[in-house]
């Protein structure tokens, strides 16, 4: 039997019934033998878990001073979220039960968030072409600071048009939409004008970055990325 009475049990259970989530969704354990009262995990994801438990004020050191009579014996009541309100792993002490079953369904709206949010997380992640094409202008771009010289200028420029005319080229047979050539060329326009303020460094990583991006997020197949992605290295290189 749990060391829970039922009502407080029926309370965290229905607390999990929260926003897209049901009561289904959780791993709900409440143990007769532990120190844990009780244990939520999202099955979908069992990084994500929340547990209630008693423990001594101060935590471990305030565990070893009540076992050896020089603190409190007195517990409190804690929560151990993951996702927190703010980061990964967040512990709470709370004066009563009630604030911390108020918790449950916090750490659930926290859940949702966190995944809502995650996909952004990927984006923000640099990817190892992406990485690799900027230590390659670290290597090969020996006075970063320099201004393009007007030849150099009409080189990209010609360079720049010679993508995008490639890109037209393959439009149908790699699923390139018109509307995301469009997207392109508008990165290329920006890359062209680029070239009178910036320095060699910070184009070739700015324009490069942009460039390595939209192609890998217009290419439908495996066979066009590819094909796009290597076409945007070599010219930066």
């Not at 969704?25 to 999202?42: G, K, M, R, Y």
């Not at 966190?114 to 640099?126: A, E, K, Q």
């Amino acid at each position: 039997m749990s060391k829970l009475r039922n009502s407080i049990i029926t309370q965290i259970l229905d607390s999990l019934e929260y926003g897209d989530f049901c009561l289904e969704d959780f791993d709900t354990q409440f143990p007769s033998d532990s120190t844990t009262l009780a244990q939520v995990t999202f099955k979908a994801l069992p990084k994500y878990n929340f547990i209630l438990d008693e423990t001594y004020a101060g935590g471990g050191i305030g565990s070893i001073l009540a076992a050896t009579g020089q603190g409190s014996e007195k517990k409190v009541i804690r929560t151990t979220e993951k996702p927190g309100e703010y980061k990964n792993n967040e512990s709470h002490i709370h004066d009563g039960i009630d604030l911390a079953i108020r918790r449950v369904s916090e750490w659930v709206g926290n859940i949702r968030e966190d995944l809502v949010n995650s996909r952004t997380m990927v984006r923000s992640t640099i990817d190892s072409l992406t990485e690799e094409f900027q230590k390659s202008i670290d290597e090969n771009i020996s006075n970063q600071e320099a201004f393009f010289d007007e030849s150099e200028k009409d080189d990209l420029k010609t360079k720049l048009d010679d993508l995008q005319a490639r890109v037209t080229e393959l439009e149908s047979k790699l699923g390139v939409s018109s509307e995301d050539s469009k997207k392109l060329q508008s990165v290329i326009d920006k890359g062209k004008s680029d070239l009178k303020f910036y320095p060699k460094g910070v184009w070739y990583k700015t324009t490069g970055t942009k460039l390595l991006k939209i192609m890998k997020e217009i290419m439908k197949s495996k066979e066009g990325r590819e094909i796009l992605t290597n076409m945007a290295k070599k010219f930066l290189q």
